[in-house]
T-cell receptor
């Protein structure tokens, strides 16, 4: 039973470049979440989707960040242009429709902007 | 303003003893609480949860206690095992009871548990 799949696992790029992080949620889950983990701010929610529709993007730090969910099995988080302060681990999580369901996390993308 | 606080960044416990991890929250609207465990280079893994209508939930070696008046919850692991060594995150959600699921989670900063053999 496949869990949440994120790619790439690691990304190193120079500032100013566009970065695209990808996520495949668990099949049948209808909610998807993007989180960022840093030493300073811990694990913080950036945006979440319900049935492919963005519900709350108040955690997105600035306009350089954008997220899409074109279908139920794929989402992207894009940073353009990237800056060194964007370096962090980015997690994707998905959630099913049943009661008392926890969010299931992927293994994250470690992003380093030089 | 941290709404969920884990004031102990680290905890060391001897194998076989009890581990107690603590979490405090400030938002009285939180009604659903979860604990996640995280190993290095992996994503957080769900451990156990509790809704605000209960004060205790048990699952094998793991028990979560909720004290609503003190806005405090704790995770007890008995007996502790070396494989339990990980970072433990407390998380909270509003509306979890009505929706049946924890959607917008607010996480604490985590506690690194080390279980010594």
């Amino acid at each position: 039973d496949a869990g949440v799949i994120q790619s790439p696992r690691h990304e190193v790029t120079e500032m100013g470049q566009e970065v695209t992080l990808r996520c495949k949620p668990i099949s049948g889950h209808n909610s998807l979440f993007w989180y960022r983990q840093t030493m300073m701010r811990g694990l913080e929610l950036l945006i979440y989707f319900n049935n492919n529709v963005p519900i709350d993007d108040s955690g997105m730090p600035e306009d350089r960040f954008s997220a899409k969910m074109p279908n139920a099995s794929f989402s992207t988080l894009k940073i353009q242009p990237s800056e060194p302060r964007d370096s962090a681990v980015y997690f994707c999580a998905s959630l099913g429709t049943g009661r008392n369901q926890p969010q299931h996390f992927g293994d994250g993308t470690r992003l380093s902007i030089l | 303003d941290q709404q969920v606080k884990q004031n102990s960044p680290s905890l060391s416990v001897q194998e076989g003893r009890i581990s107690i991890l603590n979490c405090d929250y400030t938002n009285s609207m939180f009604d659903y609480f979860l604990w996640y465990k995280k190993y290095p280079a992996e994503g957080p893994t769900f451990l156990i949860s509790i809704s605000s209508i209960k004060d205790k939930n048990e699952d094998g070696r793991f028990t979560v206690f909720l004290n609503k008046s003190a806005k405090h919850l704790s995770l007890h692991i008995v007996p502790s095992q070396p494989g339990d060594s990980a970072v433990y995150f407390c998380a909270a959600s509003e509306g979890g009871i009505s929706s049946g699921s924890a959607r917008q989670l607010t996480f604490g900063s985590g506690t690194q548990l080390t279980v010594l053999p």
